[in-house]
């Protein structure tokens, strides 16, 4: 089942009741209805076309036409994965070890996939161009969500952009008070409904920061309260998610951002990148040098004098021929 499938099955209990004649269309026949009219699908599910465009729109496409090009994109997919046995693979007791390199290679393939399928490609330059703006970016995620943070914040400090990830709390609550227009606070949450992390987010829109989101596809409450939407794919019904596939697509995400914000101020941040490798590389042969002197005086020594040596060695020898 496609994210956006997904996705609608999982909220038909929160829909209004034509959002639901919708929906439950819509997951009947997703074939069907990429190549569905607007006034169609309203007719047969006996709702008024603006009726669709709400909620397609809802669903965080920005109208119905967008909304048959992701989903006749996800269905292909589908169908290319059912054909090779590449959709997604649960933990499954006793398995062997070839079994799993396998599953967990097919897994994160398709994670990528599905996330790519679902990229709103305005989505993704309006928070590449909020971050490069930034005077200050705030980072928060929760457990695994943090690992992600902290992937970004690495990335960001190398460009030189002042920055901070979060996984207390209280510091999220804290640093995001003392932002304001012109700062960014970005957060993770698979879920999307991690009560600190949507607190932190909320506290920063007030302050009046540019807000975003990377959560799994879906309507969920880090996504309402943010500027700016971003979505990696949701998965399959059964997965243990939440460590494994869904943090591959969530940093897939976080390197599309990265990347894009070096291609847009390359001249900005390219020298930086590049000067900040220079000095780490030099600190890495500063802390080996040591190491490396201290074995080649050894064997120096040992080559100036090779008699004193063997003279070590045997008297280390006729000691432990003796204490037998």
Request: some cysteine; charged content about 20%; glycine content about 6%.
């Amino acid at each position: 089942m496609s994210p956006i499938l997904h996705a609608l099955k999982h909220d038909l209990a929160t829909l209004s009741p034509g959002e639901r004649k919708l929906a439950e269309r819509i997951l009947a026949s997703p074939g069907e209805i990429v190549h569905m009219g607007i006034t169609e699908l309203a007719e047969q599910c006996q709702v008024s076309p603006a009726a669709v465009t709400r909620f397609c729109k809802l669903l965080h496409f920005k109208g119905f036409p967008d909304f048959k090009v992701k989903l006749a994109a996800e269905i292909a997919h589908g169908d290319a994965a059912g054909a090779d046995g590449s959709s997604y693979q649960d933990i499954v007791a006793g398995n062997p070890l070839a079994v799993i390199v396998e599953a967990m290679q097919a897994n994160h393939l398709a994670s990528i996939r599905d996330t790519t399928s679902l990229l709103d490609l305005e989505r993704m330059q309006a928070a590449i161009d909020a971050l490069c703006r930034a005077r200050r970016v705030d980072l928060y995620g929760m457990a695994t969500s943090s690992i992600v943070a902290q992937d970004f914040y690495q990335k960001l400090v190398r460009i030189g952009v002042s920055c901070t990830a979060f996984s207390d709390s209280h510091m999220q609550i804290t640093s995001a008070s003392s932002l304001a227009a012109g700062d960014v606070a970005l957060a993770v949450s698979y879920s999307g409904e991690t009560p600190e992390t949507a607190d932190a987010l909320e506290c920063a829109r007030r302050s009046g920061a540019t807000t975003i989101s990377l959560t799994a596809y879906g309507n969920n409450t880090l996504a309402a309260l943010a500027d700016i939407s971003l979505f990696s794919s949701s998965l399959e019904q059964g997965m243990r998610r939440g460590d494994m596939a869904s943090r591959i697509a969530q940093l897939h995400i976080i390197d599309i951002l990265f990347t894009g914000m070096v291609s847009t101020r390359f001249t900005d941040f390219i020298p930086k990148l590049e000067q900040s490798y220079r000095n780490v590389q030099q600190y890495r042969h500063k802390s080996a040098l040591p190491e490396v002197e201290a074995s080649a005086q050894a064997r120096a020594k040992n080559q100036r004098n090779p008699l004193a040596n063997e003279q070590k060695e045997d008297h280390e020898y006729e000691r432990s021929d003796f204490s037998q």
